[in-house]
């Protein structure tokens, strides 16, 4: 699937890399200052490893749902009864939960 520009530009990737650089360039213009340079360095290391946080996040609980999905049919296929089927959508739920994102 191909994306549109306007879709590059609001990723998150790329509004994270965009702050990066603008704090980068304005602590080498004005890195004099001190508050400044605390604010710029507390940018640099929080912003990303929260944007990371939540992406993974939701990698994780789409990869639990994908890999509960396809256990379900392979166990159906085999001829598991409603009782397996059942644990392996509770095991999945319990998945789901455990790796969602709390900021949606």
Do not use: W
């Not at 890399?17 to 200052?33: D, L, P, Q, R």
């Not at 009782?83 to 709390?102: A, C, F, P, S």
Request: aromatic residues 2%; contains cysteine; charged residues 25%.
């Amino acid at each position: 699937m191909k994306k549109t520009i306007l879709e590059k530009l609001t990723s998150r990737k790329f509004i994270v890399t965009v702050i990066t650089a603008i704090t980068g360039i304005i602590t080498m213009i004005i890195g004099e200052n001190e508050v400044v340079q605390l604010i710029a360095g507390a940018a640099m290391t929080i912003i990303p490893t929260i944007v990371y946080c939540i992406t993974e996040g939701v990698i994780d609980s789409k990869s639990v749902k994908t890999i509960v999905d396809t256990t379900t049919d392979v166990a159906e296929k085999l001829g598991a009864d409603e009782k397996v089927l059942d644990t392996i959508e509770t095991v999945g739920k319990i998945g789901e939960v455990l790796t969602e994102d709390k900021d949606e």
